[in-house]
Structure formats: C-alpha cells, structure tokens
C-alpha cells in the first residue's frame, strides 16, 4: 500500500463528504427505533462520525486489472490494527480464544490508556462508534465507483449460549477465525493463520469491491493463496453502503 497524493486525497474527500453524511442519519435513525423497541442492538446516537481521516494514514493498493483499491481507515481503526490489537496479544494472550468477546474487549482496555478518561464500557462504545475504515475502487475506465464498503471493527457485543459474549459483524467477528504469530486473533478458534494483521481486511474489501454482481446478492467468494474466503455481507437499504457480517476460509 502506498500513501494517497494530496489530488486522490481531495478527491476522495469530497466523494465521501456526502456518504458519510447520510449514513451518520441513516445510522441514528436506525439507533432511535432500537431504543424505542428496548431491543438488544440498543445503542446511543452517534452523531460524532467523521467523514475523512488524515491523509497520512490513507493509502491506494494496486489489485490488478487496472483497478485501484483505496483504503481509508479512521484512526481508531488504524491504531487497532497497528498498535493496540499487537500489545493486547503478547500482554494478555489467555483472553483470546475464550468463546467470550469480553474479554478481548478487556484485554484492549488494558493497553489502550482510556481507562485515563473512560471506564471499558464507554471503551467499547467508543470503538462501536468510532472504529471502522471504508474502501473504494478506481474501475478500469480511471473513474472512482459509486460502490462504498464500510468494514466496522464491530457493530454489537452479544450474549451467546456458552455464558459468554459474541461480537456482532464487522472485523473481530471474521478474526474468531483467524490468528496471527499462532495467535487468535478475537474469541474464537482463530483457524486460518495471516501473515499480517492488515491481510484479512484487504482481502473482504477487494472481494467485495471487484463483485460485479455484489448488489444481487449478501456473499461472495475469492480464493487467496489457496485458501477460498466466504465472504458474508449486508446492504444498508437506504445508504447502499455495504456492512461485513462475517468471512471465513474453507
């Protein structure tokens, strides 16, 4: 991946000026019906989405064909996967691979230094809110697509039938099938190893973006160094903007 010049940069930033926009609606709207329903999912208005990160942790990958992937992620986002998911791994290993979202959550609380201005369920929500990285393509024809993929860290922690606790979507929900140094990588069994931390991402935004008929459709699949992906993913009906809910290798 290769840092975006300041032409792409701009031009990026006013393509997503307007998505963001009616996703921070489309998304609160969504949350107010929850809570009047006193469901499960039941969150908080979001109304602090920003809608362009810095430039300096923007960057464009060639996938081939012609075609361009931009990977713009938030730096909540990017400082999971650079930094705190690393330090949680070697600092507290016995809390992932447990059948219980919490206690990752737990072992990020611990090497994030929010304790200094929140307790862990504010954390939790803070990366609910905040953590998450969209990707575009530039087709062929040299013209940004109007497709938009949205990878959210996760979109919900839930109980589950082993007195424990699940993530719901987004990346740490794929990453209970992965692991990375041979370690799990979230709650689960973490059985496809990844060479990097960044690989996973890349390969659901790719699958999804290059899809052709990814709007017929709530899954595709790819193969990637002889591993195929099963990649599972939901359309925001009002938005267009696609969500991850889980990817798996078989």
């Not at 109304?47 to 990958?61: Q, V």
């Not at 992937?69 to 600092?91: C, D, G, R, S, W």
């Not at 072992?107 to 609910?128: C, T």
């Not at 839930?158 to 140094?181: E, I, Q, T, V």
Request: proline residues 4%; charged residues 25%.
């Amino acid at each position: 991946m290769i840092m975006l010049p300041q032409n792409e940069y701009l031009e990026i930033k006013e393509f997503l000026r307007h998505r963001v926009c009616e996703i921070n609606r489309s998304e609160n709207e969504d949350r107010e019906k929850q809570r009047e329903g006193n469901t499960e999912y039941s969150l908080p208005n979001a109304n602090g989405f920003g809608w362009m990160p810095a430039k300096t942790i923007c960057y464009s990958l060639d996938i081939g064909n012609k075609q361009i992937m931009y990977v713009i992620p938030y730096l909540p986002f990017y400082h999971y996967l650079t930094k705190f998911l690393p330090q949680a791994l070697y600092n507290c290993p016995d809390l992932f691979g447990t059948n219980n979202a919490q206690d990752v959550i737990d072992a990020l609380y611990s090497v994030s230094g929010y304790n200094k201005i929140g307790d862990i369920k504010e954390y939790q929500q803070y990366l609910i809110d905040n953590a998450c990285c969209y990707f575009l393509l530039r087709d062929s024809d040299d013209k940004l697509c109007n497709k938009v993929f949205r990878l959210d860290l996760f979109r919900h922690i839930l109980p589950n039938d082993k007195n424990g606790y699940d993530f719901d979507g987004g990346l740490m929900h794929a990453y209970r099938h992965c692991s990375w140094n041979s370690m799990k990588l979230s709650s689960g069994r973490g059985e496809s190893e990844m060479n990097d931390l960044w690989d996973l991402p890349l390969i659901i935004g790719k699958a999804i973006l290059i899809d052709k008929n990814s709007h017929t459709k709530s899954f595709t699949i790819i193969t990637v160094d002889g591993r195929t992906w099963h990649i599972h993913y939901h359309i925001d009906p009002d938005t267009k903007v696609y969500y991850l809910k889980t990817a798996f290798a078989k």
